[in-house]
């Protein structure tokens, strides 16, 4: 019988990293929660993360490294500091402001150093496309490049991955990657799915949406108009649509909300507000095709006046 491979999962208690562990015992792995207390403005989803454990009899551990919290604040991050939580679209530019500097790379690191140690075979985390737009830490060549640090950095001493042989090194360079290592100490199942996607899992999966916490005000219940909240209304929506194309009972989401309608005038907004954008760079593209097409014809003369 195959051993069972170790991902030692960061775990922040919303409904991506949550529904990522239900997903990777669903795969066959033993799951080990590793979650962070940074500063941040609650900790109320770490409570959602230590319940998520319990119900699933899995390890989990806490970092507390709140400290850095007084570090950052300069900064100005929403999240580590006394800045008001911007309201709106999860891709307004105002978001910018729950960026954490350089969080996914301490959390990535240290999830590395327990990995590690305890012989794991991956570090699992739950980034998605959603978060490429605002959070440089979420994109795939962030991923990718720690995760070759990663190797490197404990070459010899990891259980991620074997060693490249010198054909599979020409193929990788040939798609402008200098690789050493057979595979990615990072899992990342969801670095290419929407919001959505997730969402549609969690329901597949039997995933309570009401035990997971997405808001960033930490209050009483989601405040609804956060941009995570607003990105976790449209999300579930849009997958509770689906799956009811496709099965008679579609699991509720019985999470509380303090509004359930200011989502929707915000993506019908962000929808018309793109939609104008298209529109006028598709009449600037026709306009200067107009214009590379009836340019003024210069006369080779220096003195136009000598051809009447």
Not at 101 to 114: E, F, T, Y
Request: contains cysteine; glycine residues 6%.
């Amino acid at each position: 019988m195959q051993e069972k491979k170790t991902a030692v999962a960061i775990v922040s208690g919303g409904l991506d990293s949550i529904t990522m562990v239900y997903d990777l015992v669903h795969q066959g792995y033993n799951v080990e929660m590793l979650s962070f207390n940074y500063g941040q403005r609650h900790s109320k989803e770490l409570r959602f993360a230590s319940v998520c454990a319990r119900r699933l009899g899995l390890r989990h551990d806490v970092v507390d490294i709140s400290a850095l919290a007084n570090l950052l604040a300069v900064g100005k991050s929403s999240l580590v500091s006394n800045v008001p939580v911007p309201e709106g679209h999860y891709e307004a530019e105002n978001m910018a402001a729950t960026v954490v500097p350089n969080r996914n790379m301490v959390m990535l690191s240290i999830a590395c150093s327990v990995a590690v140690a305890r012989k794991a075979n991956t570090v699992a985390t739950a980034v998605h496309s959603g978060d490429h737009f605002i959070y440089p830490d979420c994109r795939p060549q962030f991923i990718y490049s720690v995760g070759q640090a990663m190797l490197d950095g404990n070459a010899g001493f990891h259980n991620f991955s074997t060693p490249l042989t010198e054909e599979q090194k020409a193929a990788y360079a040939a798609q402008g990657i200098e690789a050493e290592y057979s595979a990615q100490p990072i899992t990342t199942p969801y670095l290419y799915s929407t919001k959505a996607d997730i969402a549609y899992r969690a329901l597949q999966l039997g995933v309570s949406l009401h035990m997971t916490w997405s808001c960033y005000q930490g209050l009483e219940s989601h405040c609804g108009k956060c941009g995570t909240c607003v990105e976790r209304l449209e999300a579930i929506d849009e997958a509770r649509k689906r799956m009811a194309a496709e099965v008679d009972v579609v699991p509720p989401d019985n999470t509380q909300y303090k509004d359930t309608e200011y989502w929707k005038v915000v993506v019908a907004t962000r929808a018309r507000e793109q939609a104008q954008a298209e529109l006028e760079a598709s009449r600037q593209a026709v306009q200067e095709r107009i214009d590379d097409t009836y340019k003024p014809v210069e006369l080779p003369f220096d003195d136009h006046s000598e051809v009447y």
